[in-house]
Every structure is written in structure tokens, then in C-alpha cells.
């Protein structure tokens, strides 16, 4: 099984105080879940599974998330 990773850091006024919004990063992971699974389906016809795994340690300032899948 191939697996690959992304990291993404969230940075700026909504996550200086080191929180973030549920209502602004649920979204925001949903949506990026949607855009791997869709592309999987394009590249690979449905011959393909993809998942996407969140691992997170969480640091004040900003939010750092990788994603494996």
C-alpha cells in the first residue's frame, strides 16, 4: 500500500490564542477529504480505495496538521 503525506499550518488572527473554530476547521478538513477521494476516483476509475487519516500535535500559535493517506 502507497502512502503519502501532506502537511497543512494554519496561522493568523483565528488561531493566535492557540484555538481554532470547530465551525471553520470541520469544513475545511471535510472539503479536503471530498478532493482526495474525487480525485482518486478520476485517476484510478473506481478501482481504487483512498482514506484519510488525520495526525495532529497541536501547537499554540498555529494549528499544524499532516495527513496520511
Known sequence: MRKESLCIAYAGEKVDNGSMDVNDFAPALL???????????????????????????????????????
Open 31 to 69: 472539503a479536503f477529504g471530498d478532493l482526495v477521494s474525487e480525485a482518486n476516483k478520476v485517476l484510478n476509475h473506481d478501482d481504487s480505495k483512498v482514506n484519510v487519516y488525520v495526525k495532529s500535535n497541536f501547537q499554540k500559535v498555529r494549528c499544524k496538521m499532516k495527513l496520511n493517506s
